[in-house]
């Protein structure tokens, strides 16, 4: 079990102009393990039809791998996540679908430079026969671009706008969260807004101007899930650590080698994105088939 600790803050109360934008957010909350292709998981196999090609990337070609990247012209896709609509309802599903998987080709793509991600929505008593081995990465894939396995543990928070808080609401809590900080020393945007790691929903952890995208049928895309690099950064560790982690973090600040077990808890996927970026996956929920589109942003 992993607990966000509840805010410091009555966020409603004290920034009532942020109270309508309050959404829930789905902390997945990723820990090392051994999770199984019927489990949600972060880098953990896939519930994979044993007759349905496993996914390749198209390689080296043009608008696709940077030049001066390495990578086979058949380089296979690796999962990044699977969620179960057991565990994450909150996922926006197809009609008839049950299981979400995100794979990615591991090598810098345009117009990124990050992973390319692809999604695939599945109705798991379809599936039949199942494949019984993910095909390795490619020798030459970057090792921070692919998850290590991982369990997961979905925890509900409440969270609020930063990057993406409408221009019109920052000068009536300008003052406000000056204010809170001076007297209390929790920051709005690093301790009471949004959640940071990797989460279904709520808002995306931009690091940069937000930049949502547009479906091909005129509707803004909704926030799927973003990929993180790290589960907390310095400086958002005093709210987003869990409480059930918090005791093994004890002498992280000053921890230089990399047997400390706060490294598990704050990395615990291995992932690099960029300078501890993250990729952001959006869907379009008007249309039935769910298009998607992605954003990558890093420090």
């Not at 309050?22 to 393990?33: E, F, I, K, N, S």
């Not at 049950?98 to 798991?124: A, G, K």
Request: hydrophobic share 35%; net charge negative; with cysteine.
């Amino acid at each position: 079990m992993h607990t966000t600790p509840s805010s410091p803050i009555d966020v409603p109360q004290i920034f009532p102009a942020v109270a309508p934008l309050a959404r829930t957010t789905v902390r997945l909350h990723p820990r090392p393990g051994a999770p199984t292709a019927e489990q949600s998981s972060v880098g953990g196999p896939l519930l994979w039809p044993a007759d349905e090609a496993w996914p390749m990337c198209d390689g080296p070609e043009p608008g696709d791998h940077y030049l001066d990247s390495p990578g086979e012209p058949a380089a296979p896709l690796v999962p990044v996540v699977q969620l179960l609509a057991e565990d994450v309802p909150e996922v926006p599903f197809p009609a008839g679908a049950d299981v979400l998987q995100v794979l990615w080709c591991p090598f810098e793509h345009e117009p990124w430079t990050s992973p390319r991600p692809e999604l695939r929505w599945r109705r798991r008593e379809d599936i039949g026969a199942r494949l019984q081995e993910v095909p390795a990465p490619d020798v030459e894939s970057d090792p921070s671009h692919v998850p290590r396995p991982c369990v997961l543990d979905p925890e509900r928070v409440t969270e609020y706008p930063s990057w993406d808080l409408p221009r019109a609401v920052w000068p009536q809590i300008e003052d406000t969260m000056k204010r809170v900080a001076r007297e209390t020393g929790w920051e709005y945007e690093g301790d009471l807004a949004v959640a940071s790691g990797i989460k279904v929903g709520g808002y995306p952890g931009w690091t940069q101007s937000p930049d949502w995208p547009v479906c091909e049928c005129g509707s803004s895309m909704d926030h799927l899930l973003t990929v993180a690099s790290w589960e907390f950064s310095r400086g958002d560790e005093k709210r987003w650590i869990p409480v059930e982690d918090r005791p093994a973090m004890a002498g992280w600040e000053t921890a230089t080698t990399d047997d400390h077990p706060w490294w598990t808890i704050q990395n615990p996927s291995g992932l690099m994105l960029g300078d501890v970026g993250g990729i952001y996956l959006f869907v379009c929920t008007t249309c039935p088939t769910r298009p998607f589109d992605y954003r990558f942003d890093c420090s």
